[in-house]
Each structure stands twice: as structure tokens, then as C-alpha cells.
């Protein structure tokens, strides 16, 4: 059996499909589930992550204390763990408090390109009695030599396993079996992945990281999160069992996908002909909703937006920007 731990981020990326109205109700229901599912964690928050919460991305119906106290009182045996981004997260206002609301793990996340950013607040909570990740989002959005220089970094800083995402659903199989297999073979530490299914290779690429020596997979409920979804938690386990990647059973990560199910039937994700052109422009999936609604809107073809913004080299947190590209399209 590989030796490899689920980290499930249904209750945070999958705020996202949710246009971040996860409820602290949901969330105890949900992490009672989890917590006897044999997942190593269960990441929680505003979709962009702690301290996130505003108009630009998204403002949250519930604060992060709320969603995390409802959390900790419910996980027994899996972790409780957050996503931050400096910028949106400070030391002082939310790092903090979500270490005295007992959160144990900590993923500080920065675009692929930028892990200078994340020094700070790796360095900070690596001095506290915490796990700390750091993450590089939209990674491919640089060659592989790029991505070992800002995974080292990461580690220089105090993090003790760096996280791939594949935040707009662009890799196939084989980008991620290059990519892990060189991380694995450059820093000697941890190294993770996180899926996106834009072009419905979310589970097989989380395996294919797997086989390379990845140690931490992320999925999520029903495939709960932004644009076309994570890769489904369920599947995950389900493929994973017969090629003797997973030994959890099935059952109790059938319930958790169920109690999404029938919570949100109108929220899940799919893959759509905007999502899989988001994949294919390499685009951060959680801008799906924007661009169709400026879209319709304006009369512009979507995938002429979306190519125009992956032209502009958009990142998560540009929102204002996909209204002032889709008007200079127009003005063409």
C-alpha cells in the first residue's frame, strides 16, 4: 500500500460553489462525517481562504471563527486545517486567532511565481506547535526549473511539505508525473497535489501524482469547488482502492458525498464548455461565474474572454480585471 494521507477540501474550496454561504451547521454535520472517514484533514473557510471574506471575492454569510469553532468542536481525529493568503490574511487579525481556535495545520498559499511572499507567515507560525505547508497555486504558469526554485524556497522558510495546485484544471497525467517526480527528486520534503477537473482529469491526476511519490492528495466531496470542481474525494478513494493506493473503505466517503448532494443540488460542479475552456486557457477556474454573467452580458463569446485573460497571465484575486478586458474586446 503507498503511503499517502486524503487532505479534504470540501469546506473550503467548495465555498467557493457555494458563493461562500457555507453555514456552520453544514460544517458540524459534515466534519462528524469526515472525522470517521480516516481523512488526515478537513480544511476549512472562505474559499480564497482566512481573512478573505470581502465584496471583490466574495463575502462570507458566516465569519472564519464561526465556521472553525464549529469545526474544531466536531473533529476528533482529523485535523483542522486552513488555507491562507498573504494579503488577504494578516498575522495579527487572522493567523492568530485561528491558532488560539485550535486549527492544526496551516497552508500558506502564493501564485506559483511569488513564494517570496509566503516568508512571513511561514516563518511566523513555523515557530508554533503547527504543520505548516506551503502552497503554489496556479503552477503551471512556470517551467519546471521555476517551480524547484519557489518549492525551495518555501522550505528555506520553514514549511514542511510544498502543495501543487492545479488551480484552472490545466495539467494531464503526464505534467504531473513530471512535475512531482522532479520535486521529489530536488527538496526532501513532502510534496502534495491538488486537482482541478476542467478537462475531467481531476482524479486521474491525483493518481498520477500519487504513483510519483506524492504524500498528500487533495479531493473534495462530490468534487465540491470552483469552476468544474475538485477532484472528487469519493473517486479518489474509489480508484485509488483498486490499484491499491487506498485501503479506506468506501462507505463513510459515500455519505459525506451524499450530504453534499442533497445540501446543494444546485451548486455542484460540472464540467461545462466555459470550464473546459478555462482548462484549456489555463485560467483559474473560480472566475467561471464572472465570465459567463459579463459574457451574456455584453454578447462576447466566453472563449474569447477567456483566452484574452490567460493572454494578461490573470491570478486568483483579478476579478475587477475580467469586466475591463471583456470591455476592450468589445472596443475591438
Request: charged content about 20%; glycine content about 10%.
Given at each position: 500500500?503507498?503511503d499517502?494521507?486524503?487532505?479534504d477540501?470540501?469546506?473550503?474550496?467548495?465555498?467557493?460553489a457555494?458563493?461562500?454561504?457555507?453555514?456552520?451547521e453544514?460544517?458540524?454535520?459534515?466534519?462528524?462525517k469526515?472525522?470517521?472517514?480516516?481523512?488526515w484533514?478537513?480544511?476549512?473557510?472562505?474559499?480564497?481562504?482566512?481573512?478573505?471574506?470581502?465584496?471583490l471575492?466574495?463575502?462570507?454569510?458566516?465569519?472564519?471563527?464561526?465556521?472553525?469553532?464549529?469545526?474544531?468542536?466536531?473533529l476528533?481525529h482529523?485535523?483542522?486545517?486552513?488555507?491562507?493568503?498573504?494579503?488577504?490574511?494578516?498575522?495579527?487579525?487572522?493567523?492568530i486567532?485561528?491558532?488560539?481556535?485550535?486549527?492544526?495545520?496551516?497552508r500558506?498559499?502564493?501564485?506559483?511565481?511569488e513564494?517570496?511572499?509566503?516568508?512571513?507567515?511561514?516563518?511566523?507560525?513555523s515557530?508554533?506547535?503547527?504543520?505548516v505547508?506551503?502552497v503554489?497555486m496556479?503552477?503551471?504558469?512556470?517551467?519546471?526549473?521555476?517551480?524547484?526554485?519557489?518549492?525551495?524556497l518555501?522550505?528555506?522558510?520553514?514549511?514542511?511539505?510544498?502543495?501543487?495546485?492545479?488551480s484552472?484544471?490545466y495539467?494531464?497525467?503526464?505534467?504531473?508525473?513530471?512535475?512531482?517526480?522532479?520535486?521529489?527528486?530536488e527538496i526532501?520534503?513532502?510534496v502534495?497535489?491538488?486537482?482541478?477537473?476542467?478537462?475531467?482529469?481531476?482524479?486521474?491526476?491525483a493518481?498520477?501524482a500519487?504513483?510519483?511519490?506524492?504524500?498528500l492528495?487533495?479531493?473534495?466531496?462530490?468534487?465540491?469547488?470552483?469552476?468544474?470542481?475538485?477532484?472528487?474525494?469519493?473517486?479518489?478513494v474509489?480508484?485509488?482502492?483498486?490499484?491499491?493506493?487506498?485501503?479506506?473503505?468506501?462507505?463513510?466517503?459515500?455519505?459525506?458525498?451524499?450530504?453534499?448532494?442533497?445540501?446543494?443540488?444546485?451548486n455542484l460542479?460540472?464540467?461545462?464548455?466555459?470550464?473546459?475552456?478555462?482548462?484549456?486557457?489555463?485560467v483559474?477556474?473560480?472566475?467561471?461565474?464572472?465570465?459567463r454573467?459579463i459574457?451574456?452580458?455584453?454578447?462576447?463569446?466566453?472563449?474569447?474572454?477567456?483566452?484574452?485573460m490567460?493572454s494578461?497571465?490573470?491570478?486568483?484575486?483579478?476579478e475587477?480585471?475580467?469586466?475591463?478586458?471583456?470591455?476592450?474586446?468589445?472596443?475591438?
Amino acid at each position: 500500500m503507498i503511503d499517502a494521507r486524503l487532505y479534504d477540501v470540501t469546506l473550503r474550496d467548495g465555498n467557493h460553489a457555494l458563493r461562500h454561504t457555507l453555514s456552520s451547521e453544514f460544517v458540524t454535520e459534515y466534519c462528524r462525517k469526515a472525522d470517521e472517514s480516516g481523512v488526515w484533514a478537513v480544511e476549512v473557510g472562505h474559499g480564497n481562504g482566512l481573512g478573505a471574506s470581502s465584496y471583490l471575492v466574495g463575502k462570507s454569510i458566516e465569519s472564519d471563527t464561526a465556521l472553525l469553532q464549529a469545526a474544531r468542536e466536531s473533529l476528533k481525529h482529523a485535523k483542522l486545517a486552513v488555507h491562507t493568503i498573504p494579503g488577504f490574511a494578516t498575522i495579527k487579525r487572522d493567523l492568530i486567532p485561528a491558532l488560539d481556535l485550535g486549527v492544526e495545520i496551516f497552508r500558506v498559499a502564493t501564485h506559483v511565481t511569488e513564494a517570496d511572499v509566503s516568508q512571513k507567515h511561514i516563518e511566523f507560525l513555523s515557530n508554533k506547535e503547527v504543520v505548516v505547508h506551503g502552497v503554489l497555486m496556479m503552477s503551471h504558469m512556470t517551467d519546471i526549473s521555476g517551480l524547484i526554485t519557489q518549492a525551495k524556497l518555501m522550505k528555506k522558510f520553514g514549511a514542511s511539505a510544498v502543495i501543487l495546485m492545479d488551480s484552472a484544471g490545466y495539467f494531464t497525467p503526464i505534467d504531473v508525473t513530471q512535475r512531482i517526480s522532479a520535486l521529489k527528486n530536488e527538496i526532501d520534503i513532502e510534496v502534495g497535489f491538488h486537482a482541478h477537473n476542467n478537462l475531467g482529469l481531476g482524479v486521474g491526476n491525483a493518481l498520477s501524482a500519487v504513483q510519483q511519490g506524492a504524500s498528500l492528495i487533495d479531493g473534495a466531496s462530490m468534487g465540491l469547488g470552483a469552476g468544474a470542481g475538485n477532484a472528487q474525494l469519493e473517486n479518489i478513494v474509489a480508484a485509488g482502492s483498486r490499484e491499491s493506493i487506498f485501503d479506506s473503505e468506501i462507505y463513510q466517503f459515500l455519505q459525506m458525498s451524499k450530504l453534499v448532494e442533497d445540501s446543494y443540488p444546485d451548486n455542484l460542479p460540472r464540467t461545462s464548455s466555459s470550464s473546459t475552456q478555462s482548462g484549456l486557457a489555463g485560467v483559474f477556474s473560480g472566475y467561471a461565474p464572472q465570465v459567463r454573467a459579463i459574457s451574456e452580458e455584453l454578447g462576447l463569446d466566453s472563449g474569447i474572454l477567456w483566452k484574452e485573460m490567460a493572454s494578461r497571465k490573470l491570478v486568483a484575486g483579478q476579478e475587477s480585471m475580467i469586466r475591463e478586458i471583456a470591455q476592450d474586446l468589445m472596443n475591438l
